[in-house]
């Protein structure tokens, strides 16, 4: 059987390029004792694919040249030689960018259809919002009544630390390009207020307006300039959780540095990297919580659906530049 | 009584210098009921003292000008009227750089005399050995075999970490200026190796031949280029406590920034500021620990005893210069 794939063409240079992958097909292999075929249904569009399609990513294994991009999502089995999945049955996993893939029975997860959108296990109710729950619990630990900043607070891992925040009794702030995205957190999410990283001259003013007492928590997903000028608006013994870090992802022209490091030392504050692969111990104790905060209706989800498998690459250039909302999911049929 | 002083004749401008300071005499208040009258035997000179004389400190309350320069040291009760202490015993505080003065009893701490040099209180088993001990047990967390780099470890509280991480049962590499602070480092209290940090530009290369596998902890007392270096070379997962950022407590060329901080991310790396200040209710625990190490034979302290009260401003200027080793103190008469 044929798949329809995306693979990587070339190794990006400056900026990622559509033009760095190739659509193609690809012959299946025999659907063996214990596998499934799944047919892609929803495919995840995250950040840190774009570290794999480096030589050396800063996680994960790279793609190699002439390989299909690795992805998490979502499919329909289509044939199972298992007992554990029959056809119909929706399963999760890393599925690829492919339209069609076999997999191990151990390799893909069952999603059992509940009262959410099956699409919130690819963000909200999946790993992102694992990401973020477990960033916020294991290192931030938000007391209610804090002041905390969420930048690339509508992208999927910010809008989840944003909710999850507020949910803690904190006062969520959340950092975003543009009108458009503010408006958005603000009235759909419930965040407390917006802030437009656009221009760049403006955000030192614009954060101290939005947090004039100053800030306890930053939860940042972008690291360089941004970072830097929240480290000055943090109160003493404040916490930021380096989630991310977008503005470190491609070359280009790299932000100098962390000009305001020595507050770290004069106002004690704690800055630490988090990866969710870290932590795999705690996903089931993270997707519990997450559920219970989904039931509530004090977590959900902005989809962004983006139509076919050839919308993937675009769909990703897309998200690293800033141009797409919430999490954005590449809908195949 | 007359008490001969060391105040602030005016704010540093620059670098600082000993014209900044001037040496009178001031008349002492009338010996109340519940005070003593000490006569100070040791000064301790350290960094933290440089931002107490800005208008706006990092840490503390500003010294005016013409007011005493404030600091810690050991003094002798001359007259007593209160049951605590009788004249001749030995008692800590907050003596500031003054040959003579008087505090309530509550304000100052006995010293008992035990095997070790009284001048030690002052350091490894003071505020300073606190504050590497509780940095290390609240941020770091050292584990047996880890690699752990200490910069101004000739430093009191760098000479502490040191020795402290070495009875954890971690390898402990030591950055200092010049040859003679490695050997010394080394040769006396015990680090497994020594990194000069001159010139700059071989640091990098130093650091990597040093600790080939990488660093799991840096105890930093330095910050600016010396930190961005030292991330580098981080494991994933590395700790980073700012201790204190001595390249940052004066004006100068400042470093432009941390080029490194999205390996905070990548690697994820915890960098956490620490202040002694922020665990006074720990200080007890930390003392003991300090004396059972010191007792032990793992933990000492070299000395630099500076001649008499006028010497004080040249020790300070000294000890930011880095030309001073081990615990810097002004002895009195």
Redesign the interface.
Known sequence: MQSQVITLAQRPSGLLQTADFTAGTMELPELGAGQVLVASRYLSIDPYQRGLLDEVP??GQPVPIGGVVAGRGIGEVLESRTEAFKPGDLVAGELGWRSHSVHATYAVQPVVRGMHPVTWQLGVLGTPGSTAWLALRRIAEPKSGEVVVVSSAAGTVGAAAGQIAKAMGCKVIGIAGGPRKGDLICTALGFDAAIDHRPAERLPLAVGEKCPGGVDIYFDNV??RM??IVLQAMKP?GRIV????L??YEPGQ?Y????????????????????VR?HVADHAAAAQALHALADAGKLRQIDTLCDGLASAPGALVGLLRGSMVGKVIVACR
């Open positions: 800063f996680v690291g360089g970072l830097d013994q380096v989630c991310g870090y503005s470190g790299p100098p540095g962390l000009a305001n490091a020595k507050l770290i030392s004069f106002h004690r504050l704690k800055v630490q990297g988090f990866s870290d």
